[in-house]
């Protein structure tokens, strides 16, 4: 586990001294220690936690979690926007199967193009058809929710958005978990939306139709991701800002390199040569 207010103070040094506009993250910095805010002890809150530094940022996110799942479990779910994460809705169908009709429904995930022009990253997006209303997670119903103004709220999901994009910047590896819903695991330019089974039951109420939808590969448990390896054989953790170590990916063989790069070049017209 790595110290978050250690990582910040890094980060707004190394953007000092590089001349770039300074990056600083005064909510998060207060957040990471603060034990007791608004008159009330932190420890009282329900907290799904191991490392008591991190409380507040990790209710502020538990509850942004809880507002997506609540709008996707709805009879008619609306696609919910995360801004600057990416947006969620359900495609849903029906088939006749052993002499009965199920209703399938399936979580989809489009990626914020802020996130993805980051580093080219990989990831089949699926619009939002137009006739589905399209809802963004609310400031005001976080706060609601949660012993912080909306104005800390506000500042800790950006000031988090911000930091998970500096990480990404950085080239590392991530998990942004929404707690209840799923993991967004991202390994060099590959991305996986990975979904809670719990989550995907609630919203199928069918064992059978759950199982399906993983078989076929329609959905990914955010289990297949938990030791999803990494070239640096460890992630960054949103929003617990923990580093954990997973198992370590081979490196890319050096032929894959140059026939990337001969691809690279071709692209623009020019005729690569690359020898062993």
């Not at 103070?9 to 993250?25: A, H, M, P, Q, Y």
């Not at 990494?230 to 992630?235: A, L, T």
Request: proline letters at 4%.
């Amino acid at each position: 586990m790595t110290n978050l207010e250690a990582l910040i103070t890094n980060i707004e040094l190394c953007s000092k001294v590089d001349g770039c506009s300074r990056v600083t993250f005064p909510t998060l910095k207060k957040l990471s220690f603060t034990a007791v805010l608004a008159g009330r002890e932190l420890a009282d809150f329900e907290l799904d936690v191991s490392s008591p530094c991190f409380p507040g940022v990790v209710t502020i996110w538990s509850s942004v979690s809880k507002h997506v799942r609540q709008q996707l479990l709805q009879e008619k779910p609306e696609a919910v926007s995360v801004t600057g994460l990416g947006t969620f809705h359900i495609q849903k169908w029906l088939s006749f199967e052993n002499g009965e009709v199920l209703t399938f429904r399936r979580p989809l995930f489009s990626l914020s193009r802020t996130v993805a022009d980051i580093r080219r990253l990989q990831y089949a997006s699926v619009p939002v058809p137009d006739e589905i209303k399209k809802v963004s997670v609310s400031y005001k119903k976080i706060h609601l929710d949660v012993p912080y103004s909306k104005e800390v709220v506000q500042n800790c999901m950006q000031e988090t958005l911000n930091f998970f994009y500096f990480i990404l910047t950085n080239r590392e590896d991530t998990d942004f978990i929404l707690k209840d819903v799923g993991t967004l695991a991202i390994r060099g330019t590959e991305v996986t939306m990975a979904f809670c089974e719990d989550f995907l039951l609630s919203l199928n109420k069918s064992t059978y139709v759950v199982e399906k939808m993983l078989t076929k590969k329609w959905v990914i448990s955010d289990k297949e991701v938990t030791l999803s390896p990494s070239c640096f054989g460890r992630v960054y953790q949103f929003p617990q800002f923990e580093m954990r170590t997973v198992p370590r990916r081979a490196p890319v063989a050096v032929n894959e390199i140059c026939t990337e790069f001969e691809s690279a070049l071709s692209s623009m017209g020019i005729r690569g040569n690359v020898s062993d």
